[in-house]
């Protein structure tokens, strides 16, 4: 079992940042690809980034590439989510995710561990 706390979320103008953490419980988070997806209200849960196990393989939503940075630190079982250039259509609830497979690293249906959500708006 692997529990998955978020933190970091908040409110932010237009063109700022922000950096969500991803807690995890446990001594196999390594074991895990690590991804991060968001939600907004009335629609589905979308990718936005995904990790290896060792952190040397990165992907990235189209929407995101070029401003948000995915990291993680396995010896403090945490997992990162730098966002620069945030624009407004990046409100949405951001959720952490772990998967145990080695595929389809985009799919939720391939990870296992889900955290509750941090909130994240973006005023213009």
């Known amino acids: 079992q692997v529990q998955l706390v978020e933190s970091g979320g908040g409110l932010v103008q237009a063109g700022g940042s922000l950096r969500l953490s991803c807690a995890a419980s446990?001594?196999?988070?390594?074991?895990?690809?690590m991804g991060w997806f968001r939600q907004v209200p009335g629609k589905e849960r979308e990718f936005v980034a995904c990790i290896s196990r060792s952190g040397g393989i990165t992907y990235y939503a189209d929407s995101v590439k070029g401003r948000f940075t995915i990291s993680r630190d396995n010896a403090k079982n945490t997992v990162y989510l730098q966002m620069n250039s945030l624009k407004p259509e990046d409100t949405a609830v951001y959720y952490c995710?772990?998967?145990?497979?080695?595929?389809?690293?985009?799919?939720?249906?391939?990870?296992?561990?889900w955290g509750r959500g941090t909130q994240v708006t973006v005023s213009s």
């Open positions: 446990g001594r196999t988070f390594s074991s895990y690809r």
């Open positions: 995710a772990g998967s145990s497979a080695i595929t389809r690293a985009t799919s939720l249906s391939t990870y296992d561990y």
